[in-house]
């Protein structure tokens, strides 16, 4: 077997995906790719997403396919869950079956990248330029990129308005770590719960931490720093003062979000896809950026998936293929995806604007966006999902009280060098 699937096969068993019959495969390691179809006159062009809730005959199906009839073609389309999706993927490589197109969860992206399988928008002659940096460095590996985000979500602080306005808070007085802090404090006082977050052991867990790791300063390369210290004890003091309840140890985001509309909470950390949700609330909600610790938004993880191009034996069939991405990743293609998909915002200045045309109540959902990061962005690649698990970790020790800080800390350090060797 390829080494380098090798190390993937370990890093996705450390992330908790199923690595099945790719421990047993051998020979090269490059997609050679598969020859479905005819190329660029016409034929059949195989597309897989991490969609299965969206049928033949849904809005999302219909969109991919009418990109297929513009460029020509008849799209092939296969859903998978995210977690099969990437594991098939990673399985079609070896196998020379490779599907000409994949939507594909973005911390994803560097894992197929690093074993060779996909082109990069500089083969397939892609334009990045009007791509967000921050959002497009998620498929960046090496100084190459491969991909193009359809769109990201990411996190923010929803609020309940009733719950301030009783405790005398003004949400937009909130513009730093202090100022939280003291916000949580009035709503304690005035009989409520502050705020509830996921915390638990996945990478739900670290995802939701992020955002007060990097708003501390804090890297992924030193998770022992005084920043990172800082970030997760605040949280821990969260806790001890009662402004969180115990519960965020074992939270999942959807249980943070069933916590929340109790209605007995100020503040809950979750993303754009509760944005439907919360506008049905039994209560007047509102929704802030994250803060950093001395003010400013926070950057938070982005989610969302990025379509790649897997490597063809048959050349030819690249030109069509750029066409059905291009095709996908106009302005108002990326809105129609942000509309399709619980308010993806667009990955463009361009798309935002027209996104915010249509509802300007997304302005702290886009701004979010603007300010977010990449889980595997600073070159991190396939290191990623053993870092995070390191952070997640260290971030249940310290919550748990089985562990300072710097106790936990120190062994996730320790532990992220050893898996990773660096």
């Avoid at 003091?237 to 909470?265: C, H, M, R």
């Avoid at 938070?300 to 050349?315: H, L, N, R």
Wanted: net charge negative.
């Amino acid at each position: 077997m390829n080494p380098k699937v090798l190390r993937i096969a370990a890093v996705l068993a450390t992330a908790g995906i199923a690595v099945g019959t790719l421990a047993g495969c051998s020979g090269g390691g490059g997609a050679t790719g598969g020859d479905s179809g005819s190329d660029a006159a016409g034929g059949t062009y195989t597309w897989w997403d991490p969609y299965p809730q969206h049928a033949e005959d849904s809005d999302w199906a219909k969109r991919v396919q009418d990109c297929g009839t513009q460029a020509g073609v008849t799209i092939q389309r296969t859903a998978y869950d995210t977690t099969a999706l990437t594991n098939q993927a990673l399985l079609s490589a070896q196998d020379g079956t490779s599907p000409d197109i994949i939507l594909i969860d973005n911390p994803a992206v560097s894992t197929l990248a690093d074993t060779g399988m996909l082109s990069t928008t500089d083969d397939l002659g892609l334009d990045t330029a009007d791509i967000d940096e921050n959002l497009l460095a998620a498929g960046v590996l090496d100084g190459k990129t491969y991909g193009i985000p359809i769109g990201a979500n990411t996190l923010a602080l929803y609020y309940n308005a009733d719950v301030l306005s009783a405790a005398g808070v003004d949400p937009t007085s909130i513009t730093d770590w202090a100022s939280l802090d003291a916000a949580l404090a009035k709503v304690s006082a005035a009989g409520k719960k502050g705020i509830t977050f996921s915390g638990i052991n996945t990478e739900e867990g670290s995802f939701q931490f992020l955002p007060w790791f990097w708003g501390a300063g804090a890297e992924l390369t030193d998770l022992s720093s005084p920043e990172a210290v800082e970030a997760v004890t605040l949280w821990k003091d969260w806790l001890d003062k009662g402004y969180a309840p115990n519960s965020v140890i074992t939270n999942s985001q959807n249980t943070v979000w069933e916590e929340f509309l109790t209605g007995d909470f100020a503040f809950a950390e979750n993303g754009t896809w509760q944005v439907n949700s919360a506008a049905k609330a039994p209560f007047a909600t509102g929704v802030i950026e994250l803060p950093a610790k001395d003010g400013g938004a926070a950057p938070a993880p982005t989610g969302g998936e990025f379509i790649v191009a897997p490597v063809q034996k048959d050349t030819a069939r690249y030109e069509t293929t750029r066409k059905i991405i291009e095709c996908m990743t106009t302005p108002e293609g990326f809105v129609d995806t942000a509309n399709t998909f619980a308010y993806y915002i667009p990955p463009t200045a361009e798309g935002q604007k027209e996104l915010l045309a249509e509802n300007a109540g997304l302005k702290t959902w886009v701004s979010a966006v603007q300010a977010a990061k990449g889980r595997t962005s600073d070159n991190l690649g396939t290191d990623y999902p053993l870092i995070s698990e390191q952070l997640w970790t260290a971030v249940q020790n310290v919550l748990s009280g089985a562990q300072s800080p710097q106790e936990a800390l120190d062994a996730a350090q320790s532990a992220a060098q050893s898996a990773t060797g660096k």
